[in-house]
């Protein structure tokens, strides 16, 4: 455990001083809070005219699961290939950590990255709920934050794995944004095309389907969870053979 | 210390280490000595842990290097051929980073105690990035020694750094071999007989030989090839440095110079300046062109087999 707090807390520190890292926090804080901004604006217009309707949180956290497909890749592209490009593998491979310590470090110090960047978005739903009578429901709020965390966990750790499988980081870019593209969109496509029990596994396989009127309205339902736990889970194992195999060659 | 026996590695089809045993005590420096891809970085990278070998076994400070990696891995310091460096870090920093990941108690104190060590304190808070080269192989050696362990493996510590830098880093060798167990990658043959106690030479992933310094002096000595130049055309001069006893292998060089070797322990120069002059040849120069390491590889592995000299 210590170990993998080592590895995190470098690869935490390694963000603030990475172009990369300020690019993804300025495009996915800019988004949201121009969003926020013109939600609150809008609802205020509507007050006024008696349309009725309350601002809530749910555009702002779809908006940043969108964002994250895009920027994920970016943010977990060099984890472990730049170690690999760098001769670094060698020194952390020798170390006496244990290979899925590395990968969980590495994953972790990521984690750590979007965490700070939720914190900085929960000025949105304080906000909004400052100006609405008696509030917003908190519990929406709760159940998005715990989905993005969701959907980031799982983005990161695919990433990861990717990057330990490339010792070129704009390959593992692509590779990365690729797989994510398919997850969050394309997989789900059979769905609407073929019909009887394989649809219905295209759908569950579908990234999005357990977050958009799910997670982001409220809902938890424990299928989303295990959906979300195993692919974290995948993402970690394949990382860590990853790594394991690199040992081989 | 290092006890390996019959290591054999297999890339692909490819075999990269034939079959390697040897064994190094404590307080033993151990120069492994050979051309680029003789296999001693793959020897190094299986006895530090980094990856298992298709056969064989290693145990190294009492631990086998596959079953008990980890063991292994807390015992042994190991500087790979590219030194392993995150340059965004200060030297501190990375040694900071290091001793955590060992969980060695007091990773600050630890970190300079050792950048004084490898004399690099005064820079303790510079970005390795803007190191020289000889720097960086110090903070390298200082990444080794960290944890004060029982057996170091340096993987071609002296490449690249200007003389200066070189005989410090040897010296720095010598001084931390006093009492642990140093295995060391080279292949300058100068600076194996300078530091070693005992020195493997190894070649397309077999072990050739294996001697102390002085030992493989006299052989290798015994094999020095010398250049004889004369004024004018060099016909017929192989044949009449061949007469002369105690040389061979003569060739001719070019139009004008002839080279051959000297027979171990026997210095003929005098007798072949004489014969060539005595046959109407103007003698310009005569001088010992170094063996490169290829021949002396050559010379090793053809002795070999009888066990003694031509």
Redesign the interface.
């Known amino acids: 455990m210590r170990n993998i707090w080592t590895i995190a807390k470098r690869e935490y520190d390694q963000y603030f001083i990475s172009p990369v890292a300020y690019v993804v926090a300025f495009v996915i804080l800019l988004t949201t809070g121009v969003l926020f901004a013109i939600n609150l604006f809008y609802y205020t217009q509507n007050a006024f005219q008696a349309f009725g309707g309350t601002p809530d949180f749910t555009p702002i956290a779809g908006t940043f699961v969108f964002l994250l497909v895009l920027s994920a890749p970016a943010l977990t592209m060099r984890l472990i290939s730049d170690e690999a490009r760098m001769g670094t593998l060698e020194l952390l491979l020798t170390a006496p950590i244990r290979d899925y310590e590395l990968v969980i470090g590495k994953w972790l110090g990521a984690m750590l990255y979007i965490l700070s960047l939720l914190i900085i978005t929960l000025v949105y739903p304080i906000v909004t709920s400052r100006f609405v009578t008696p509030g917003i429901d908190w519990n929406v709020v709760l159940t998005s934050y715990l989905g993005m965390i969701l959907v980031a966990a799982v983005f990161l750790a695919l990433g990861t794995a990717v990057s330990a499988m490339f010792a070129n980081q704009v390959t593992a870019f692509f590779v990365t944004l690729a797989l994510f593209i398919t997850l969050w969109w394309l997989i789900g496509f059979p769905a609407n095309v073929i019909v009887g029990e394989s649809a219905r596994l295209f759908e569950y396989l579908d990234m999005k389907t357990h977050f958009y009127g799910a997670l982001d309205s409220g809902i938890i339902n424990l299928s989303d969870i295990v959906y979300y736990l195993s692919l974290i889970a995948l993402g970690l194992f394949t990382g860590t053979a990853a790594v394991e195999m690199r040992r081989w060659k | 210390m290092i006890q390996v026996n019959g290591l054999i590695k297999d890339?692909g089809a490819r075999r990269a280490l034939d079959s390697i045993t040897f064994d190094a005590r404590q307080g033993e420096i151990v120069g492994f000595l050979g051309p680029n891809g003789a296999g001693k970085t793959t020897t190094m990278?299986i006895l530090?842990?980094?990856?298992?070998p298709t056969a064989g076994e290693a145990i190294v400070a009492g631990y086998d290097v596959v079953e008990e990696s980890?063991e292994v891995?807390?015992r042994?310091g190991?500087l790979?051929e590219?030194?392993?460096?995150?340059n965004?870090m200060t030297a501190l920093e990375y040694l900071k980073?290091?001793a955590?990941?060992?969980?060695l108690p007091n990773a600050e104190d630890r970190a300079w105690e050792t950048l004084e060590l490898v004399d690099l304190d005064e820079r303790a808070n510079s970005y390795i990035g803007n190191f020289s080269k000889g720097m960086r192989q110090r903070v390298g050696l200082a990444?080794a020694l960290l944890h004060r362990p029982e057996v170091i493996i340096l993987d071609e510590p002296t490449i690249g750094l200007d003389p200066a830098q070189v005989v410090e880093v040897r010296s720095l060798i010598r001084e931390i071999g006093k009492d642990r167990t140093v295995l060391f990658s080279t292949h300058i043959l100068s600076e194996a007989q300078q530091i070693c106690d005992r020195v493997l030479i190894i070649n397309k992933g077999k072990i050739v030989a294996e001697d102390t310094p002085e030992n493989l002096q006299s052989r290798v000595l015994g094999a020095e090839r010398i250049l004889l130049r004369v004024r004018g055309d060099a016909d017929g001069l192989d044949r009449i440095i061949k007469e002369v006893k105690g040389t061979r292998k003569v060739a001719v060089k070019d139009e004008t110079a002839v080279e051959f070797e000297l027979s171990a322990g026997q210095d003929v120069r005098p007798q072949v300046a004489k014969a060539v002059v005595e046959a109407g040849y103007e003698l310009l120069e005569m001088r010992p062109v170094g063996m490169s390491l290829e021949e002396i590889f050559l010379e090793l592995t053809e002795e070999k087999p009888g066990g003694k000299r031509s």
């Open positions: 890339y990278r530090t842990g980094y990856m298992p980890l891995r807390k042994v190991y790979p590219t030194v392993p460096l995150y965004d980073f290091m955590e990941l060992r969980r990444q």
